[in-house]
């Protein structure tokens, strides 16, 4: 098992431009989450999914966007990077109200 | 507002000894309680997972323990490897939806040889 795989690991982008975040898991989880983690701050939830072909907003959605045609994939959109999205993007799955388990991340950062 | 709060921030211990780090959160109700350790430059890994009517619970020389009613968790780490150096952050399900995890934001442990 590979757990959860993120991709790409480094990102610069400049301002404006859009990107896609891959995230993909082998466990067969049905929820997976999309976290964002800033310098001294705790995590916070983008976007999440409690299965294929549904997901919902967490808590600092703006400026993102999210589908689920898989229940292996998750992919997290920026259409228009802006500086404030300079964070480290942390993906997650679980089985319910379980562990979670992270990918290993994505460091973006807009210039 | 439901918080969870670290302290402290940071710490430096030898290697071989012991520590506790401390959490206080204000989420209520909840429905687990979660410690995760996360290495620089990777995602969280999690230690332990407690519910509200556990008092401790341990992952080899991670103890955490859990009193719901002062909303205290603790974390204590035996015998202390330079392999502990990392962040440990401390995550409240509150009850009314694990999509809501409240995280805090975390004690950076440096074991020094």
């Known amino acids: 098992n590979a757990g959860v795989t993120q991709t790409p690991k480094f990102r610069i982008l400049k301002i404006g431009q859009s990107m896609t975040l891959q995230c993909t898991q082998d466990m067969n989880h049905n929820y997976m989450y999309w976290y964002r983690q800033d310098p001294g701050m705790g995590l916070k939830l983008i976007y999440y999914?409690?299965?294929?072909?549904?997901?919902d907003k967490g808590e600092v959605p703006n400026g993102y966007n999210v589908s689920r045609s898989t229940t292996e994939d998750f992919p997290l959109r920026l259409e228009l990077a802006a500086p404030s999205q300079t964070s480290v993007y942390f993906c997650a799955s679980s089985s319910q109200d379980n562990e979670q388990f992270f990918g290993p991340g994505t460091r973006l950062t807009v210039l | 507002k439901n918080q969870v709060e670290q302290s402290p921030q940071s710490l430096i211990i030898l290697e071989g000894k012991n520590c506790t780090l401390q959490?206080?959160?204000?989420?209520?109700?909840?429905?687990?309680l979660r410690w995760y350790k996360q290495d620089t430059g990777r995602g969280p890994v999690s230690l332990t997972i407690m519910t509200f009517s556990e008092n401790t619970k341990s992952n080899g020389r991670y103890t955490a323990t859990l009193d719901a009613d002062t909303k205290q968790s603790s974390l204590h780490i035996t015998a202390s490897q330079l392999s502990d150096s990392a962040s440990y952050i401390c995550v409240v399900s509150p009850y009314t939806g694990f999509q809501k995890l409240v995280f805090g934001t975390g004690t950076r442990l440096l074991v020094s040889p």
């Open positions: 959490c206080n959160y204000t989420v209520s109700p909840f429905s687990n």
């Open positions: 999914s409690v299965g294929a072909g549904i997901t």
